[in-house]
């Protein structure tokens, strides 16, 4: 059975970092688009980032300079380094799996909660 | 800025058919923006029903449809089930500019 099991979030002060992995199971990351959503409570989904099979990568401009997108094939794992948070980057952060096109998400992960507070 | 627009709110009796909407502040939706479409409900993960515009997933039932519909992107529910009360989010992507852009969301109330 396929499943991405999120982990790494919790409570930071502004202007800290904190690193979210996802790991998977049940298919390959290096071989799908691999995505970041957030959402924030009570709002809505955006998406944050995305990294290609190939290794190129994309971001929100919300997060562009902040946030980098990574994967550990050895590991079967996908990452997100969150450096300068801001009380905007409060928010559940989804892992996806993409599909055979770059604009589809087949499979989501439970989620992990980010809070950045004093 | 790349905007896509859903309906807020949508209430649908049980049984009946209903239509959502996705339309991009660019112009008309084609197939090639890959519109995908999930559910999601409170407290719960997003999951999703409809990728690349009319496909299915594994889990998604007989009663849900995508199409593209006067310039839009469209999920249908056709007999609609109280259990399908929940909020609905369309994902457009804009190859160009290699950006993913969701709609706002549309809460389905079924009473």
């Known amino acids: 059975e396929e499943q991405l099991v999120e982990s790494g979030g919790g409570l930071v002060q502004p202007g800290g970092s904190l690193r979210l992995s996802c790991a998977a199971s049940g298919f390959t990351v290096s071989s799908n688009y691999m995505s970041w959503v957030r959402q924030a409570p009570g709002e809505g989904l955006e998406w944050v980032s995305i990294i290609y099979s190939g290794g190129s990568t994309y971001y929100a401009d919300s997060v562009k300079g902040r946030f980098t997108i990574s994967r550990d094939n050895s590991k079967n794992t996908l990452y997100l380094q969150m450096n300068s948070l801001r009380p905007a980057d409060t928010a559940m952060y989804y892992c996806?799996?993409?599909?055979?096109?770059?604009?589809?998400?087949?499979?989501w992960g439970q989620g992990t909660l980010v809070t950045v507070s004093s | 800025q790349t905007v896509v627009t859903q309906e807020p709110s949508l209430t649908v009796s049980p049984g009946g058919t209903v239509t959502l909407t996705c339309a991009s502040s660019?112009?008309?939706?084609?197939?090639?923006?890959?519109p995908n479409w999930f559910q999601q409900k409170p407290g719960q993960a997003p999951r999703t029903l409809i990728y690349?515009?009319?496909n299915k997933h594994s889990w998604t039932p007989a009663r849900f449809s995508g199409s593209l519909l006067g310039g839009k992107a469209a999920l249908t529910v056709s007999g609609v089930q109280p259990e399908d009360e929940a909020d609905y989010y369309c994902?457009?992507?804009?190859?160009?500019?290699?950006?993913?852009?969701f709609g706002g969301g549309t809460k389905l109330t079924v009473l």
């Open positions: 996806a799996r993409g599909g055979a096109r770059p604009g589809d998400i087949l499979l």
């Open positions: 994902l457009l992507y804009y190859g160009g500019a290699r950006l993913w852009v």
């Open positions: 660019t112009g008309a939706v084609t197939s090639g923006y890959y």
């Open positions: 690349s515009t009319t």
